[in-house]
């Protein structure tokens, strides 16, 4: 069977950044299916082209058995017009190499809603090869810019709003990777049973061999890992950062791995207040992850309040965390909480340093078995929940079903 997965910003392991089409793919391919991927090759946090074209528009590769096309799409650096001309030019590209790329036919497409353009292309070529379209739900658009401050009545907002409930309808299936999604789409009259809930997850064998263990080291070191975005809200451990240290918790240091549009202005704060405790690093690949995670004592989540967050959340970077096996500081108003329901941590509100320092704090003094417990909890959760063959028996049931 040939799967077609329509992702403008899927990614191999070696680049930064969540894998989960590659990875979901991966294990499709071992089961039997024939899974090509359609992703652009600008990277959308390092802002920059992965791939050499040439005079080519497109390149096809294979990436450890999952073959990939590389859409070339219009540059940006960055949410101005012409991320939106990146977004139309990858969905518009994408439809004209997958009506004359030289590959079977697929039997089934499925676009992902990293935004709704490229989930229209992929429901456009389903009815130009006639075969089910599959839609799933990453961010709820146009939802998530109303609910950041774009008002409902922007005339891109109304365009999404008119394209997101086309869509709904069309689609065979819907795939949700929030828990909670099936209230907002459902109150836009799509029936129920049209929905699942597939989250995000881990590959554990790229956790295997890394040790559950606390180095002994000078510094106690809590980290983030990721985008630096404006939903991300890193001023906060910035501000905890500074409580630390008035507080003459000298060998507690906060670290900052990744890269995003928020990155330079913090790093000029930090700079200009005199952080010498916080350290910013360049970002990694994604099967490096676990490694740079297993370094660290403590791990942190953070988002804005924001009342998108009520349909849950399904992080990437969560997952990864808890799959680490070390103890996460989650501050989020997020309607879904793992760590909190298998004490995987510590839970404070969002968008309050004060609570962040006294938790890094109390997870400072607290003993290693203590940390090492809850890190294990995360792991075991994961290990049942969100390993990748267990959310990929969801996928192909939903396939199945389809077809």
């Known amino acids: 069977m040939n799967i077609w997965i329509f992702n403008h910003y899927a990614i191999t392991p070696d680049l930064p950044g969540g894998t989960r089409h590659f990875d979901f793919s991966k294990e499709l391919t071992e089961r039997g299916y ?16 992965t791939k050499d074209y040439g005079k080519s528009s497109y390149i096809i590769e294979d990436y450890d058995g999952v073959k990939f096309v590389w859409i070339k799409t219009f540059p940006y650096s960055k949410n101005d017009w012409r991320r939106v001309l990146n977004m139309l030019s990858y969905s518009v590209r994408a439809y004209n190499v997958a009506k004359k790329i030289d590959m079977e036919k697929p039997d089934v497409i499925i676009g992902s809603s990293v935004h709704l353009f490229a989930v229209y292309t992929a429901y456009l070529l389903s009815k130009y090869y006639k075969v089910p379209f599959i839609m799933e739900v990453r961010d709820l658009w146009p939802q998530t810019l109303i609910d950041m401050g774009v008002s409902r009545w922007n005339p891109f907002v109304i365009l999404l709003g008119i394209l997101e409930k086309f869509l709904y309808k069309r689609a065979q299936k819907i795939i949700s990777v929030l828990p909670k999604a099936y209230e907002y789409i459902t109150s836009l009259g799509i029936p129920l049973e049209k929905i699942e809930w597939i989250p995000n997850g881990v590959d554990l064998k790229r956790v295997e061999h890394i040790e ?25 451990l910035l501000d905890s950062a500074k409580i630390l240290k008035e507080r003459g918790y000298s060998d507690i240091v906060i670290e900052l791995v990744g890269d995003g549009y928020e990155k330079k202005r913090l790093m ?22 676990p490694e740079i995670l297993s370094k ?44 909190e329901e298998v004490k995987a941590g510590i839970t404070v509100p969002p968008e309050d340093p004060e609570a962040v320092a006294e938790a890094i704090i109390n997870l400072y003094k607290m003993s290693e078995e203590e940390r090492l417990k ?7 959760y994961v290990k049942e929940y969100h390993d990748i063959p267990v959310l990929v028996d969801k996928l192909e049931k939903v396939i199945q079903e389809v077809l």
């Open 34 to 49: 024939n899974v090509t991927i359609f992703a652009s090759s600008f990277h959308y946090s390092l802002l920059r082209e």
């Open 268 to 289: 000029k704060r930090a700079l200009e207040e005199g952080l010498d405790n916080v350290f910013f690093k360049d970002p990694v690949k994604k099967d490096k992850v």
């Open 212 to 236: 559950n263990n606390f180095e002994k080291k000078t510094r106690f070191k809590v980290l983030y890992t990721g985008v630096h975005g404006i939903t991300d809200g890193l001023d906060i």
């Open 374 to 380: 809850m890190g294990e909890n995360g792991r075991k």
């Open 296 to 339: 660290a004592d403590v791990l942190f989540f953070n988002l804005l309040a924001k009342d998108t967050f009520k349909y849950g959340i399904s992080s990437n970077k969560l997952f990864d965390y808890l799959a680490s096996g070390r103890p996460i500081i989650f501050a989020s108003n997020a309607s879904n909480n793992p760590v």
